[in-house]
Structures are given as structure tokens and as C-alpha cells.
């Protein structure tokens, strides 16, 4: 996940209230106070994932084993590759570890066996949107650099780091490299297919709730129609003892 610069709330804030346009911290990160002003976080992840992102911008062209200095492939693709994006929203208050922890992981990136290259993006509209878009020569590869230490413990802190996270990856042959627009689309079916799954778990609840309803409305009136047992007697009272 790439970052931007550490910002504070307050600065954020500031920039808000102001009427320029823009508002460039001292660490030189430029904001969009004004496209922030009067809206409200997303609640949700799906919230967030779903904000539009006119301005997103590359931060890092197309670089890697696989391409030239001007970001074009200096030779062809694999036959099949796989493709993984990640993008989360960082937290303003956290961004000093998460780009500590980010810069950590690219250094290993960049000379990970089995890299083809990645592009990374930015959108601060969208809530400081941070896309990475990565591409392996195949599943292993990308699995030994997602298991190594510094990845892992990067991912271990995106609950505190970011409001919300969230990736994808797919296997192709298509000679063109992928797009973010092409990952929006695939994030989008994904989201949509685990909401549609949570809806048939909720409706599968459902069901179940109302079988059990209607079976013990069933067996109350066989409660009612049994005949019921004698009163056990007391043999004392019975004169038998």
C-alpha cells in the first residue's frame, strides 16, 4: 500500500476552513480541503471502495524487472501471469508508521524473484485512496513475497493504520497489462458477490427460524390431544402401607 505524507487532523481541519482550493502541509503533501468539506466518511469498507476517484493519479509508473525506464515492457509476458491489487485509506493520525512500513516493503519488492512490475497510485479525493497494482510471473512468486516478514507484519497493522482495506488478484494471458479501471470493475462483482452471500446466509437464517416456528406450533396441539399420565398416589394415602 503506498501512503501519503504525514498529516494531522487538525492540519486537515485547517485546510478546510480555509477558502483556497488546496492546502500543501510542510512536508509538501498536497491536499483536497476543498473536495472534503461537507462530506462525511464512509461507515463502511464497501463505503469507501465505492467513493469515485476523478483525480487519481500515478505516483509510480509502470517499474520493475519487465520494463524500461519509460515504463514500457522491455520484453514479453509471460504465457500466463498473475495480477494483485491492494488499496486501502489511511488513517491521517497513522500515516507515519504506515509510510515507514511502506517504504520497507517496496525496497523489497523491487527485487523480489518472479516480479514482472507494479504501478501505484493515489487519489485524495477518494479519502486519500492508495492503489497498488502488481503483476508476478506466477502464484508462487507473488505468495513467497505476501509471506515474507515485513509484508506480513505490514498487513497485520492495516487495522490501526487505515480506515479500510481491501485487494484482489486474478490469473490471465491477456497481452495488455491491466488497468485500474479494469481492477474497479473486478472489485466491484467482488464486493457484490460476498454481499449476495451474505444475503443468502441471512435468508438461510431466516428459514430455518421459520421451520422451527412452524414445527413447534405443530407439535402443540399433539401436546394438547395426548392424554395425560395418572397423578402418581401416595402409598400412604392409598392405605397400602
Not at 469498507?45 to 515504463?71: H, I, K, N, Q, S
Amino acid at each position: 500500500m503506498t501512503t501519503a505524507p504525514a498529516e494531522t487532523p487538525a492540519a486537515v481541519a485547517a485546510a478546510e476552513d480555509a477558502s483556497s482550493d488546496e492546502y500543501t502541509s510542510p512536508d509538501g503533501w498536497v491536499s483536497r480541503p476543498a473536495s472534503w468539506a461537507g462530506r462525511e466518511r464512509p461507515a463502511t469498507a464497501d463505503g469507501y471502495a465505492e467513493g469515485d476517484e476523478p483525480d487519481l493519479r500515478v505516483v509510480y509508473g509502470w517499474v520493475g524487472p519487465y520494463f524500461d525506464e519509460d515504463g514500457k515492457l522491455n520484453r514479453e509476458l509471460p504465457k500466463t501471469y498473475v495480477v494483485a491489487e491492494s488499496n486501502g485509506w489511511p488513517k491521517p493520525e497513522h500515516e507515519p508508521e504506515a509510510a515507514e512500513l511502506n517504504g520497507i516493503v517496496l525496497n523489497e519488492f523491487f527485487g523480489y524473484p518472479g516480479l514482472i512490475g507494479g504501478v501505484f497510485a493515489v487519489s485524495e479525493y477518494n479519502w486519500n485512496s492508495s492503489r497498488a497494482l502488481t503483476v508476478w510471473e506466477d502464484e508462487a512468486s507473488l505468495e513467497a513475497f505476501l509471506a515474507n516478514d515485513n509484508h506480513v507484519h505490514a498487513v497485520n497493522r492495516m487495522n490501526t493504520l487505515a480506515y479500510a482495506w481491501e485487494g484482489v488478484r486474478w490469473t490471465t494471458g491477456d497481452r495488455a497489462l491491466p488497468t485500474f479501471e479494469e481492477v474497479r470493475v473486478r472489485l466491484a462483482a467482488k464486493r457484490a458477490a460476498r454481499r449476495a452471500e451474505r444475503e443468502e446466509r441471512r435468508r438461510r437464517r431466516q428459514e430455518l427460524k421459520a421451520q422451527e416456528a412452524r414445527a413447534a406450533e405443530q407439535a402443540a396441539p399433539e401436546a394438547l390431544d395426548s392424554p395425560a399420565e395418572p397423578p402418581a398416589v401416595c402409598p400412604y394415602a392409598a392405605g397400602r402401607v
